[in-house]
Nanobody, 118 residues
Framework: QVQLVESGGGLVQAGGSLRLSCSAP????????MAWFRRALGPQRELVAS???????NYKDSVKGRFTISRDNAKKTVLLQMDNLKPEDTAVYFC????????????WGQGTQVTVSS
């Protein structure tokens, strides 16, 4: 069982910032793409940002210019810096990895709550 451990969620006012962190086992982090998803109302998760092993990134349109995903190779950690947060960013945020290297993120962390007040 792969363990992805998130931290850094919390309550912040609109316009504020939070940084999420996800630690992964070394053999996973070094060989697999990583991503952040979120789930607001309902069961569906949506992709927020992803990063390849080489460091190429991809973002959901609504977070471009506000969120930054990055890999800390020394700490085997994926970071999500979230700036200029909006109430619609309120959700449970999940770290994920593409274990089968098929473009599908199916291995998840436990999630961390982010709440943005207006």
């Amino acid at each position: 069982q792969v363990q992805l451990v998130e931290s850094g969620g919390g309550l912040v006012q609109a316009g504020g910032s939070l940084r999420l962190s996800c630690s992964a086992p070394e053999n996973i982090f070094d060989r697999h793409p990583m991503a952040w998803f979120r789930r607001a109302l309902g069961p569906q998760r949506e992709l927020v940002a992803s990063v390849t092993i080489e460091g190429y990134t991809n973002y959901k349109d609504s977070v471009k210019g506000r969120f930054t995903i990055s890999r800390d190779n020394a700490k085997k950690t994926v970071l999500l810096q979230m700036d200029n947060l909006k109430p619609e960013d309120t959700a449970v945020y999940f770290c994920a990895t593409d274990m089968n290297l098929n473009g599908v993120f199916e291995t998840w962390g436990q999630g961390t709550q982010v709440t943005v007040s207006s």
